[in-house]
């Protein structure tokens, strides 16, 4: 993977199809300040353009922090998505999670795991405050140490 300068990881070198790899990094998420879940066993999807979206083990996840949402998804390289709401802190943020209870075998790492949207939970990679990929379909975390343009915005969806 190319250098996006200072460290930096550039998006535009992450591979198509996606890449899952195994992170040891502190991943949290909060809603209303109070973390519904943590985890140094998360993975991490990497593809073109996307910034990655980070995959916590459901036994992470703080109990009766989800409830299923209405709807679902699928992705051409993981498979059907379900989506939950969450709720923690007084609050509750409807879809703001997603996960694949039976994704294909090559992402069977992520079986069960649970995705946050950045834009409508509080997500941190170590310290940092993670913030959400433009628009309001994917769920990339967008940190300072990964360049764009990233996928999602106005104007990006025939890339």
């Given at each position: 993977m190319s250098d996006g300068g200072a460290g930096r990881e550039s998006v535009w070198d992450y591979p198509r199809p996606p890449r899952i790899e195994a992170s040891a990094r502190r991943v949290r998420v909060a809603l209303?300040?109070?973390?519904?879940?943590?985890?140094?066993?998360?993975?991490?999807?990497?593809?073109?353009?996307?910034?990655?979206?980070?995959?916590?083990?459901?036994?992470?996840?703080?109990?009766g922090a989800?409830?299923?949402?209405?709807?679902?998804s699928f992705c051409e390289w993981k498979g059907s998505a379900r989506y939950h709401t969450v709720?923690?802190?007084?609050?509750?943020?409807?879809?703001?999670?997603?996960?694949?209870p039976d994704p294909v075998p090559a992402f069977a790492a992520i079986a069960g795991h649970v995705a946050f949207y950045p834009a409508l939970t509080?997500?941190?990679l170590d310290d940092e405050r993670v913030r959400g990929q433009e628009g309001g379909f994917y769920g990339g975390w967008v940190t300072d140490e990964i360049v764009g343009p990233f996928k999602g915005g106005?104007?990006?969806g025939g890339w």
């Open positions: 209303g300040g109070v973390t519904v879940a943590e985890s140094t066993r998360a993975h991490r999807v990497l593809e073109t353009s996307h910034p990655p979206v980070y995959y916590l083990p459901p036994e992470d996840v703080a109990e989800l409830a299923p949402a209405q709807g679902t709720r923690a802190g007084g609050r509750e943020a409807r879809r703001a999670a997603w996960s694949y509080e997500c941190y106005p104007g990006t």
